[in-house]
C-alpha cells in the first residue's frame, strides 16, 4: 500500500481488527505501522485506573515545531450485536457496490484512515518541509467510560511537554452527505437516578402507608415542566428527558416502599453540570421528601466559536464537495469535551447515518473525498502561519 494514497485500503486493514472497547484487536500496531513508514514517531500510551478495563492509546508526532496540528479519533467500536442480523461479517471489511461495510466505518474508522493518508500526503508533497508539526491522538476508550483514553493522553503530553495548537476531531458529524456539517461545539450530558422513600402497605389501607409514586412523579414533573432555556445562536434549547421509572412491583394490591426513575440532560452553555445538580437538588428537597439523588456529569457544553480552524475546514470541504457546512452543535458527546481544554477544536467526518447500526458502511467515494478534504485542510492551515 503507497502510505500517501490507500485511504480505502487503510481502512479495510482497521475495520478487520475487532477492536470492541477496550480491545484493541491490533487496530493501533496497524495505524502505528502506517504511520511509521511515512516518518512518525509513534508511543503506544496503555493506561489503567482501578476498577475499570485497561486500555491502550497511540500518540504520533512529526516535526519539532509549531504549531502543531492534531487529528484526534478512536479505534474502538461498539459491539457488532445479532451477527444473524447483518448481511456481512461486522469486520470483514466487504466492498459492495462501492461502499465499504463494517463495524467503525462510519464510526469512525475510515476517518482515521482519511486523515491518516493525508498527513501522509502532505509529507510527500511538501517533502516534510512545512512550518510546524503533525500529530495524531487516537484512543480505544471512547466508546466506553472514557476513563483511560484520550483524558490520560493529554495528561500524559502535558507532563511530556507536548502541546497541540489546533484538533480537528474525525467524528461522524455530516447529516446527510459528506461535507454538510462541521462540530464546533457540544451540548453537555447529565444523568441523575433519583430514589424516593417510602412505606409499603395495602392499597386498600393507604392511610397506613406512605406511597413514593406519587413523589416521585411530582419531582420528574418539576424538573421536566418548565423549559430550562430557548437556546441561543449556536445551541438548540436544552432538554430533558426521563429515560426510566422503576418500582418493581408485581402485585396489584401493595402500596411499593420504594420508586426509582433515572433521567438525562443534554444541556447548552446557559448551564454547567453544577448549576444543574443544583437545579435536581431544589426540585428534588421540594417534592420528593426521603430521597437520595445521584448524579454524574459525562462532559460540558462547550463551544469553539467560528475562527480560523472551522474557516479552513469549511473552505476544504467545499472546494471538493461544493456543499457548505453548517456550524453545528448537534449531537452526542465525543472525546472533543476532553481536547476543548488544550487547543482550539472543531469535529469533521464521514455522514452517520449508520453508525452503530447494524450493516454499518460507508461510500468508498467519500473516503478517498474525506481524506482529500483534510489533505486541503493541512495545506490551507499550514500555508496561513
Not at 511538501?126 to 484512543?139: A, H
Amino acid at each position: 500500500m503507497n502510505a500517501a494514497d490507500d485511504s480505502v485500503e487503510l481502512s479495510r486493514r482497521l475495520i478487520r481488527c475487532p477492536s470492541v472497547t477496550p480491545m484493541n484487536a491490533g487496530a493501533l500496531d496497524v495505524l502505528q505501522a502506517f504511520l511509521e513508514a511515512a516518518g512518525f514517531a509513534c508511543r503506544q500510551l496503555p493506561f489503567s485506573t482501578p476498577g475499570t478495563a485497561n486500555v491502550d492509546n497511540l500518540y504520533a508526532r512529526i516535526g519539532k515545531g509549531a504549531p502543531n496540528f492534531c487529528f484526534a479519533g478512536h479505534t474502538d467500536v461498539v459491539p457488532p450485536g445479532d451477527l444473524n442480523a447483518w448481511s456481512v461479517d461486522p469486520f470483514a471489511a466487504e466492498v459492495r457496490n462501492g461502499r465499504l461495510y463494517g463495524r467503525g466505518a462510519a464510526d469512525m474508522k475510515c476517518a482515521i484512515a482519511a486523515f491518516a493518508v493525508a498527513a501522509a500526503r502532505h509529507l510527500k508533497n511538501t517533502g516534510g518541509d512545512f512550518p510546524g508539526s503533525m500529530s495524531l491522538l487516537i484512543t480505544g476508550d471512547e466508546e466506553g467510560p472514557a476513563i483511560n483514553g484520550t483524558v490520560k493522553v493529554l495528561e500524559w503530553m502535558k507532563a511530556e511537554g507536548e502541546t497541540i495548537d489546533a484538533c480537528l476531531v474525525g467524528e461522524p458529524t455530516c447529516a446527510e452527505r459528506l461535507g454538510d456539517m462541521i462540530k464546533i461545539g457540544r451540548r453537555g450530558s447529565l444523568n441523575a437516578t433519583i430514589a424516593v422513600n417510602g412505606v409499603e402497605g395495602h392499597v386498600a389501607y393507604p392511610q397506613h402507608a406512605d406511597n413514593p409514586v406519587p413523589r416521585l412523579l411530582e419531582f420528574l414533573a418539576r424538573v421536566g415542566g418548565v423549559p430550562l432555556d430557548d437556546g441561543n445562536e449556536h445551541f438548540p434549547p436544552s432538554n430533558v428527558v426521563v429515560t426510566t421509572v422503576d418500582v418493581g412491583n408485581t402485585v396489584t394490591n401493595m402500596i411499593p416502599a420504594r420508586a426509582e426513575g433515572r433521567l438525562n440532560i443534554r444541556f447548552n452553555d446557559h448551564h454547567t453540570g453544577q448549576s444543574l445538580s443544583e437545579f435536581l437538588e431544589r426540585c428534588r428537597e421540594e417534592t420528593a421528601g426521603d430521597s437520595e439523588l445521584e448524579i454524574s456529569v459525562s462532559g460540558e457544553a462547550f463551544l469553539t466559536p467560528p475562527g480560523r480552524l472551522s474557516e479552513v475546514i469549511a473552505t476544504a470541504a467545499a472546494a471538493v464537495t461544493g456543499l457548505s457546512p453548517e456550524m453545528s452543535t448537534t449531537g452526542g458527546t465525543s472525546d472533543a469535551r476532553f481536547i476543548k481544554d488544550h487547543c482550539p477544536v472543531a469535529e469533521f467526518g464521514m455522514p452517520n447515518l449508520t453508525a452503530h447500526k447494524v450493516d454499518e458502511n460507508v461510500e468508498t467515494a467519500d473516503i478517498e473525498a474525506l481524506s482529500k478534504i483534510y489533505s486541503a485542510v493541512l495545506a490551507q492551515y499550514f500555508e496561513d502561519i
